[in-house]
């Protein structure tokens, strides 16, 4: 028996708007998790003696500048984070990333 709708095969409306937001979402996700490892990655060769001239080094700084300027922006203009001897825009960012994941995670 064919749905209330009429016609079988047809696609109830608002299905092809549904199904391209769970990949916009997945796709917003998948982005994420590339952007925690690449963070992951330059806090861990930020502690070894490696040559800023590496192009891996290079394309993981090109890759998380995008989160880890802004985040230092923000962190720079608190007094308490700017005296630190130390850069902890990298540590934020990762938050920032990980709070986002788990938020669109959850839709």
Request: glycine letters at 10%.
């Amino acid at each position: 028996m064919p749905p209330a709708g009429g016609r079988e095969g047809i696609p109830q409306e608002g299905s092809a708007l549904e199904i391209f937001g769970i990949v916009l979402a997945q796709a917003v996700l998948v982005f994420l998790y590339v952007m925690m490892i690449g963070t992951f990655v330059r806090a861990i060769m930020g502690w070894f003696p490696i040559s800023e001239d590496s192009p891996v080094i290079a394309f993981v700084t090109k890759l998380t500048d995008i989160i880890v300027i802004p985040v230092r922006n923000v962190i720079g203009k608190i007094e308490y984070f700017d005296s630190m001897p130390f850069d902890l825009s990298v540590f934020f960012s990762m938050m920032v990333l990980m709070i986002l994941t788990l938020v669109l995670g959850g839709i």
